[in-house]
T-cell receptor
Framework: KNEVEQSPQNLTAQEGEFITINCSYS?????LHWLQQHPGGGIVSLFM???GKKKHGRLIATINIQEKHSSLHITASHPRDSAVYIC?????????????FGKGTKLSVKP | IAGITQAPTSQILAAGRRMTLRCTQD?????MYWYRQDLGLGLRLIHY???????GKGEVPDGYSVSRANTDDFPLTLASAVPSQTSVYFC?????????FGQGTRLTVV
């Protein structure tokens, strides 16, 4: 069983729709990252969360430590949001090399 | 502009050849990482360094070595490349509040 599970694997939406991507993990963590990767492109960090909720523009990330679950929401989605979204969890109490990644959610937003 | 620079951006390499992928950051982060990204497998940690002078093995270290002579540079060396090392390689660093990734190096071993 993967330690970080994302759902859905693939998601197609119409422009303007509200989008939710989920991440569940089975290990103890200090922080959770949401990353964005455009086709053929580099990886950009969107959020790093250890509790609660963060908002940046149209993006909102939440985490429930007790339930070991995080969600990434995109409001008023746009074709430029089309990318792979990756959840990663880390334990910074020990080695900093302990980031574990989900397989990613491929989002396609149609105009 | 603060960030991580990787070089080269892409490379075709003959099997058996030695290759060093370069990574430089200008944010003075202590922690740096090398990952490989393969279709269906996601990102996997090759090696990491918590601070200059120290390194550690990740999930898939075989065939790779790293060094961390100073805070800014974290090169990854393939001593004798094999086709299974064909992948996209990402260098990263973090500051406990945000993670930063390089643009990636696409390596093809033939």
């Amino acid at each position: 069983k993967n330690e970080v599970e994302q759902s859905p694997q693939n998601l197609t939406a119409q422009e303007g729709e509200f989008i939710t991507i989920n991440c569940s993990y089975s290990v103890g963590i200090s922080a959770l990252h949401w990353l964005q990767q455009h086709p053929g492109g580099g990886i950009v960090s969107l959020f790093m969360l250890s509790s609660g909720k963060k908002k940046h523009g149209r993006l909102i990330a939440t985490i429930n430590i007790q339930e070991k679950h995080s969600s990434l929401h995109i409001t008023a989605s746009h074709p430029r949001d089309s990318a792979v979204y990756i959840c990663a969890v880390g334990d910074y109490g020990g080695s900093q090399g302990n980031l574990i990644f989900g397989k990613g959610t491929k989002l396609s937003v149609k105009p | 502009i603060a960030g991580i620079t990787q070089a080269p951006t892409s490379q075709i390499l003959a099997a058996g050849r030695r290759m060093t992928l370069r990574c430089t950051q200008d944010m003075r982060h202590n922690a740096m990482y090398w990952y490989r990204q393969d279709l269906g497998l996601g990102l996997r940690l090759i090696h990491y360094s918590n601070t200059a002078g120290t390194t550690g093995k990740g999930e898939v270290p075989d065939g790779y070595s790293v060094s961390r002579a100073n805070t800014d540079d974290f090169p990854l060396t393939l001593a004798s490349a094999v086709p299974s090392q064909t992948s996209v390689y990402f260098c990263a660093s973090d500051s406990f509040t945000e993670a930063f990734f390089g643009q990636g190096t696409r390596l093809t071993v033939v």
